[in-house]
């Protein structure tokens, strides 16, 4: 099988508490997994089968599109995560998320808000906007910033999936945690190498 379920960077307990060891499990173990198998099932002997996920994301369409972009938003949010406070957001990048935004504070509110009022399933993104600014961005279901030109810094993951067994209906709860653990070592490096 072409597509394989990437490695999670780190042991599944260790973003307890704010993250269940066995939403970890459930998350990576079967909802990754599963994007993974429908699109090696979906692709066998298509155009996309030795495709790589980018290439899939910006010219697919319907149930190939939806599990591609899947697999590549879950590796990316699940890389975006660390309970280090060497990862925490500090030195450089403060002056950078301050320039864009006006302030952390700002940033988290804005970013906390938009994870809150996204309607049903989807993803919440800190993205590069080529023309010059870190932009906060909405997408449905398994969107992606990539297909309009953005490069991706940070995504959150606001299915139900994502957050259920640890917070049920508190999607506000889940978002205060998921800002405690963004590796911001991660996003930094993705903003420095968007801007090459
Ligand atoms: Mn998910």
Redesign the pocket.
């Known amino acids: 099988m072409k597509f394989e379920l990437p490695p999670l960077p780190y042991e599944t307990d260790i973003l307890e508490p704010q993250i269940s060891k066995r939403t970890i499990e459930l998350?990576h173990g079967k909802?990754h997994q599963e994007y993974v198998t429908n699109l090696n099932n979906l692709t066998i002997g298509t155009k996309f089968e030795n495709a790589d996920l980018e290439t899939i994301i910006m010219v697919a369409a319907g149930p190939v599109f939806n599990n591609a972009s899947q697999i590549w938003n879950?590796s990316f949010y699940f890389e975006s995560l660390s309970q280090a406070d060497d990862n925490k957001l500090k030195g450089p990048f403060v002056k950078i998320i301050n320039a864009n935004f006006g302030s952390v504070q700002f940033c988290k509110d804005t970013f906390i808000k938009a994870a809150s009022s996204l309607f049903g399933s989807g993803w919440v993104w800190l993205a590069w906007n080529p023309k010059g600014s870190i932009e906060i961005i909405q997408e449905y279901n398994a969107g992606n910033p990539l297909r309009n030109g953005l490069i991706p810094l940070l995504a959150c993951?606001v299915?139900e999936?994502?957050y259920y067994l640890d917070y049920q209906n508190r999607r506000s709860e889940y978002l205060i945690a998921f800002w405690s653990l963004i590796n911001w070592q991660i996003v930094e490096k993705r903003y420095n190498n968007a801007r090459k």
């Open positions: 998350h909802h879950h993951d299915w999936h994502s």
